[in-house]
């Protein structure tokens, strides 16, 4: 029998085998071969899954070995039966477009335009499912015209790539759940989604980082609910939360400037069964223009998840945010833009502000800040630290280990909002959790399973514990200058010894003898240092 490792290997066999194929054929390492990797990879799950589908429908094909050639014989409206009964979320494949089909034809003159134009098919008529948005309506549809990236012996780059297609099927996948589904989408992206992007760097959030977000996030039964990351990234954060919610019971929503993010998120919601939610995926700029709105304001979400860019140059269109429709959503300020270093400039300040500002009345939302933001001093940092705690939508913050992320150095926290909370807040310092471990060039912090249970059971429960968690009123943090850091609250321990009467004299004795000696070296060099001087001469 196949377990879920074996299908888990021959699924990254897959994957490598196809970067070989790009690799074989000039594309390896190349901008493009992101596109064809993924594209491809998503052929097949969907060709795999569909093939799933009408088997789970039409019995007799189910159980007829040659069932190809048996789909070719029905008729139009019987194929159209089949694709009513069909669940949504299913790609509508027709037989010629099967990736059986493919491998018949790869002999055929010009295969790579029978390649290409069976992808850019499917992608057409399923495009009303399956297509990102932009900010300015267009359709970023499924697939695109993947040949035109080879230079030469398009028809044999072609058949190379169907070739690694017929060695297995996914059928035997589709019942997996998430984990299966996160280790095998982290592998598939793991050469793409780097800082290596260049003005707006991708970054993968850690799966501890989301785990503890989502966990701390949802700790009851939820139903029908919305979620929002206004910095979506490849969606590691939305996909821990759904999974948390159930995928039945949320509807996802995001925005992001990347076009790749966008549709490495498709892919992801596609995976984890969430394509219901792939219409909401747009791909714009949250801050200067946020796409989801609600009878002309922005929607308001039930949960937000975000781990922001820190610091981006956003000087062309950071005038454009100051406007009196945008006072209560930037309520802190707008940072100014630097002489020098405009790359610099804090744009998660302005991700947070718009975080705070698209909570509903019983949102909860958890954000990635740089450590720095919890206890700075003055500035919009302070102003939307002090509205978290005056307007008691304050839940907790939790200060991550350094070199959580293997892609920058940045210390960082995770804020916790919840317009509901009742009681005090959770500060808890995870900065000595974990253990150190060699990634590419660079070294990462990594959470053992027990550790993230050990951070979202304090969490939850509200527990304090010494030098690991404190449990604070919003008065208290008031005192302490809004300051959110644990530390800054852990009670400072004076330890007391017992010592006879004879010890305590001794150490007395042995004070003295040095404060003797000290002043008596005192007058020493300041003898020496008068002589000196009454022998400095003008010249």
């Given at each position: 029998?196949?377990?879920?490792?074996?299908?888990?290997e021959?699924t990254?066999?897959?994957?490598?085998?196809?970067?070989s194929?790009?690799?074989?054929?000039?594309?390896?390492?190349?901008?493009?071969e992101?596109?064809?990797?993924?594209?491809?990879?998503?052929?097949?799950?969907?060709?795999?899954?569909?093939?799933?589908?009408?088997?789970?429908?039409?019995?007799?094909?189910?159980?007829?070995?040659?069932?190809?050639?048996?789909?070719?014989?029905?008729?139009?409206?019987?194929?159209?039966?089949?694709?009513?009964q069909?669940?949504?979320?299913?790609?509508?494949?027709?037989?010629?477009?099967?990736?059986?089909?493919?491998?018949?034809?790869?002999?055929?003159?010009?295969?790579?335009?029978?390649?290409?134009?069976?992808l850019?098919?499917?992608?057409?008529?399923?495009?009303?499912?399956?297509?990102?948005?932009?900010?300015?309506g267009?359709?970023?549809?499924?697939?695109?015209?993947?040949?035109k990236?080879?230079?030469?012996?398009?028809?044999?780059?072609?058949?190379a790539?169907?070739?690694?297609?017929?060695g297995?099927?996914f059928?035997?996948?589709?019942?997996?759940?998430?984990?299966?589904?996160?280790?095998?989408f982290?592998?598939?992206?793991?050469?793409?989604?780097?800082?290596?992007?260049?003005?707006?760097?991708e970054?993968?959030?850690?799966?501890?980082?989301?785990?503890?977000?989502?966990?701390?996030?949802?700790?009851?039964?939820?139903?029908?609910?919305?979620?929002?990351?206004?910095?979506?990234g490849?969606?590691?954060?939305?996909?821990?939360?759904?999974?948390?919610?159930?995928?039945?019971?949320?509807?996802?929503?995001?925005?992001?400037?990347?076009q790749?993010?966008?549709?490495?998120l498709?892919?992801n919601?596609?995976?984890?069964?969430?394509?219901?939610?792939?219409?909401?995926?747009?791909?714009?700029?949250?801050?200067?223009?946020?796409?989801?709105?609600?009878?002309?304001?922005?929607?308001k979400?039930?949960?937000?998840?975000?781990?922001?860019?820190?610091?981006?140059?956003?000087?062309?269109f950071?005038?454009?945010?100051?406007?009196?429709?945008?006072?209560?959503?930037?309520?802190?300020g707008?940072?100014?833009?630097?002489?020098?270093?405009?790359?610099?400039?804090?744009?998660?300040?302005?991700?947070?502000?718009?975080?705070?500002?698209?909570?509903?009345?019983?949102?909860k939302?958890?954000?990635?800040?740089?450590?720095?933001?919890?206890?700075?001093?003055?500035?919009?940092?302070?102003?939307?630290?002090?509205?978290?705690?005056?307007e008691?939508?304050?839940?907790?913050v939790?200060?991550?280990?350094?070199?959580?992320?293997?892609?920058?150095?940045?210390?960082?926290?995770?804020?916790?909002?919840?317009?509901?909370?009742?009681?005090?807040?959770?500060?808890?310092?995870?900065?000595?959790?974990?253990?150190?471990?060699?990634?590419?060039?660079?070294?990462?912090?990594?959470?053992?399973?027990?550790?993230?249970?050990?951070?979202?059971?304090?969490?939850?429960?509200?527990?304090?514990?010494?030098?690991?968690?404190v449990?604070?009123?919003?008065?208290?943090?008031?005192?302490?200058?809004y300051?959110?850091?644990?530390?800054?609250?852990?009670?400072?321990?004076?330890?007391?010894?017992?010592?006879?009467?004879?010890?305590f004299?001794?150490?007395?004795?042995?004070?003295?003898?040095?404060?003797?000696?000290?002043?008596?070296?005192?007058?020493?060099?300041?003898?020496?240092?008068?002589?000196?001087?009454?022998?400095?001469?003008?010249?």
């Amino acid at each position: 029998m196949t377990t879920n490792i074996d299908f888990k290997e021959k699924t990254m066999q897959l994957i490598d085998s196809l970067k070989s194929v790009c690799a074989n054929y000039g594309l390896g390492n190349d901008g493009n071969e992101f596109k064809i990797i993924t594209q491809v990879f998503l052929y097949k799950f969907l060709n795999d899954k569909f093939i799933s589908e009408i088997k789970s429908i039409d019995t007799k094909l189910a159980s007829d070995e040659n069932w190809e050639e048996t789909l070719k014989t029905y008729s139009e409206d019987d194929y159209e039966m089949l694709m009513m009964q069909m669940q949504e979320g299913i790609a509508r494949i027709k037989p010629k477009h099967l990736i059986s089909s493919l491998y018949e034809q790869q002999n055929k003159p010009k295969f790579a335009d029978i390649f290409d134009n069976t992808l850019l098919d499917i992608a057409k008529e399923n495009s009303d499912i399956f297509s990102v948005i932009t900010e300015g309506g267009e359709k970023i549809t499924l697939f695109e015209n993947l040949s035109k990236y080879v230079t030469d012996n398009r028809d044999e780059f072609c058949k190379a790539i169907v070739n690694k297609l017929t060695g297995f099927s996914f059928e035997h996948i589709f019942n997996e759940k998430f984990d299966f589904y996160a280790a095998i989408f982290e592998y598939l992206i793991k050469d793409y989604n780097s800082n290596a992007g260049g003005k707006y760097a991708e970054y993968f959030t850690p799966h501890a980082v989301s785990r503890v977000m989502a966990e701390c996030l949802v700790n009851e039964k939820v139903e029908n609910v919305t979620c929002y990351d206004p910095s979506a990234g490849s969606g590691s954060l939305l996909m821990n939360l759904a999974h948390k919610i159930g995928e039945e019971q949320c509807t996802i929503y995001s925005q992001d400037i990347s076009q790749k993010s966008s549709s490495l998120l498709r892919l992801n919601l596609i995976l984890n069964n969430l394509v219901h939610s792939i219409p909401n995926v747009i791909k714009g700029n949250t801050i200067l223009d946020p796409y989801h709105k609600e009878d002309g304001d922005l929607q308001k979400f039930n949960y937000i998840v975000s781990n922001p860019p820190f610091k981006l140059d956003f000087s062309d269109f950071r005038d454009d945010l100051d406007t009196k429709e945008n006072q209560k959503r930037f309520f802190a300020g707008i940072p100014k833009v630097p002489a020098k270093k405009k790359e610099s400039m804090a744009i998660y300040l302005m991700f947070l502000q718009h975080i705070i500002y698209s909570l509903n009345e019983t949102g909860k939302a958890a954000v990635v800040v740089p450590t720095g933001f919890i206890t700075a001093q003055s500035g919009i940092d302070k102003k939307i630290r002090q509205k978290m705690v005056d307007e008691k939508m304050l839940a907790g913050v939790v200060s991550m280990p350094s070199n959580i992320f293997a892609t920058t150095g940045t210390n960082v926290s995770v804020i916790f909002l919840n317009k509901q909370n009742k009681g005090d807040v959770v500060l808890i310092d995870a900065s000595n959790l974990g253990t150190t471990v060699k990634e590419g060039k660079n070294q990462k912090t990594v959470l053992s399973p027990e550790e993230e249970q050990q951070i979202i059971d304090t969490f939850n429960q509200k527990e304090a514990k010494e030098d690991f968690s404190v449990v604070v009123s919003y008065d208290e943090i008031k005192k302490k200058n809004y300051s959110l850091s644990a530390g800054q609250y852990f009670e400072v321990k004076i330890e007391y010894v017992d010592i006879t009467r004879e010890e305590f004299d001794d150490k007395m004795n042995g004070f003295k003898s040095n404060l003797t000696l000290l002043f008596s070296e005192s007058k020493v060099l300041e003898t020496e240092i008068h002589k000196n001087m009454k022998g400095l001469e003008y010249e």
